[in-house]
């Protein structure tokens, strides 16, 4: 059983930029695929971004390309977000998920996490 708790949230100006952590506990980490979602209120939770195993490879939703980059440590067992030119749409709930994957394919469902975090509140004023 692996338990996520993100970390970072908070208000921001528009073009201003944040770093949410997730940090994991009670699995081996670097066995999982790691993605951030978000859910902002009364829409869908959408997909952000995802990284691989080794974090080697990382895929992302076309609204954040070249804002957005995940990463990880897997000596800290935590994924990071950090979040660049943040925009008032980018208001959201971040969560943060697991998936037990060792491959190079980018699950950009949710449904294909097998753990999932809380969340982080982000909120971006205009």
């Known amino acids: 059983q692996v338990q996520l708790a993100e970390s970072g949230g908070g208000l921001v100006q528009a073009g201003g930029s944040l770093r949410l952590s997730c940090a994991a506990s009670?699995?081996?980490?670097?066995?999982?695929?790691m993605a951030w979602f978000r859910q902002a209120p009364g829409k869908e939770r959408e997909f952000v971004a995802t990284?691989?195993?080794?974090?080697?490879?990382?895929y992302y939703a076309d609204s954040v390309k070249g804002r957005f980059t995940i990463s990880r440590d897997n000596t800290k067992n935590t994924v990071y977000l950090q979040m660049n030119s943040l925009k008032p749409e980018d208001t959201a709930v971040y969560h943060c998920?697991?998936?037990?994957?060792?491959?190079?394919?980018?699950?950009?469902?949710?449904?294909?996490?097998?753990?999932w975090g809380q969340g982080t509140q982000v909120t971006v004023s205009s």
């Open positions: 009670g699995g081996t980490f670097s066995r999982y695929a």
């Open positions: 990284i691989s195993w080794s974090g080697g490879s990382t």
């Open positions: 998920a697991a998936k037990y994957y060792r491959g190079n394919y980018h699950s950009t469902s949710e449904y294909e996490y097998d753990y």
